[in-house]
């Protein structure tokens, strides 16, 4: 009599990234992060919303010190981000990434009518990495126009007000960490730990 032997599951391997991949998501996360506290000490010294007695944030939370110095340190980042956003826009141009990273017609055909929980997950996944691209345009413009408001007033203008300004590009910071935070969920439901995991480690 023969006792069968449990199957040995497979070991998935970790879908393997390309080393510029890896290196625009690590830029993207530490310049973000560095520009969100540095904003948030050039929000200390006068509140977007109730003026200067209105909301602060913790001291835990800032960098620069000073209004002066989280300046400095916002609008290096702010280059640094930018100019990272351009070169992976570039790299997925050039590697022909975006046909597997933008949404398309037959993700909105699978939305509505597929009964493939997985297939609607990458869907979504390529509708909210879509959708962020105005969003994130909407952030450079605004931070832009409050860095240089003489030298591009046009563009300042287009917002009707300096609070109106400020405000805007105040608003696009949770939009952009809730697209970070969905982006790795639906990242999590493709393809576990090990996908997110592969994006930052070997």
Not at 37 to 62: D, E, M, T
């Amino acid at each position: 009599m023969t006792t069968s032997q449990p199957a040995t599951p497979k070991k998935v391997p970790v879908p393997k990234q390309a080393i510029l991949a890896k290196a625009f998501h690590w830029v993207n996360i530490i310049s973000l992060l560095l520009m969100m506290s540095s904003g948030l000490q050039i929000y200390n010294a006068n509140p977007v919303f109730g003026g200067r007695a209105g909301w602060h944030f913790p001291k835990g939370l800032l960098l620069g010190g000073w209004l002066a110095g989280g300046r400095d340190w916002h609008f290096t980042f702010m280059w640094v981000y930018s100019l990272n956003l351009l070169a992976y826009g570039l790299f997925i141009l050039i590697t022909r990434r975006w046909q597997q990273r933008y949404v398309s017609g037959s993700d909105v055909k699978a939305l509505r009518v597929s009964q493939n929980a997985k297939r609607k997950t990458y869907a979504w996944h390529r509708v909210v990495y879509t959708a962020i691209i105005p969003i994130l345009l909407l952030a450079i413009a605004s931070g832009l126009a409050m860095y240089k408001p003489a030298q591009l007033h046009w563009l300042a203008s287009l917002f009707g007000s300096w609070q109106m300004l400020r405000t805007v590009h105040f608003i696009t910071v949770p939009i952009v960490l809730g697209f970070t935070l969905i982006h790795s969920l639906l990242a999590f439901r493709v393809g576990s730990m090990r996908l997110i995991r592969s994006i930052f480690v070997r």
